[in-house]
Each structure stands twice: as structure tokens, then as C-alpha cells.
């Protein structure tokens, strides 16, 4: 995977923090699964990024 790719699933597992520390502070529950979603979906993309690396 490039540098790009890395860039951009970082920006999202961050992106997903900040959305679940905000529905936390909020009450609104649908925020905080969508962050929650948005840092499980960053964490798989790295694993098969990892997973890709390993095979070079």
C-alpha cells in the first residue's frame, strides 16, 4: 500500500475517534456507532495493508 493509503486510513481512525468523543459528550448514540464503524473499518483496512506489505 502507498504512503496515501496509510495517510487516509489514519485520517479516518481519527476521524472516527473524534466522532465517538463527540456523540459520547452529546448522548447521540447513532455518532457514536458511526465513529465506533469508521475506526473498525480504518483498523481492517491497515491489517490487509499489513497483511499486503508482508507479501512484497
Given at each position: 500500500m502507498g504512503l496515501d493509503d496509510k495517510i487516509s486510513n489514519a485520517a479516518e481512525?481519527?476521524?472516527g475517534q473524534a466522532k465517538e468523543s463527540t456523540g459520547?459528550?452529546?448522548g447521540d448514540e447513532q455518532l457514536q456507532a458511526e465513529g465506533q464503524v469508521d475506526q473498525t473499518s480504518a483498523g481492517l483496512k491497515k491489517v490487509g495493508?499489513?497483511?499486503k506489505d508482508v507479501f512484497k
Open positions: 481512525k481519527l476521524g459520547k459528550a452529546t495493508e499489513d497483511v
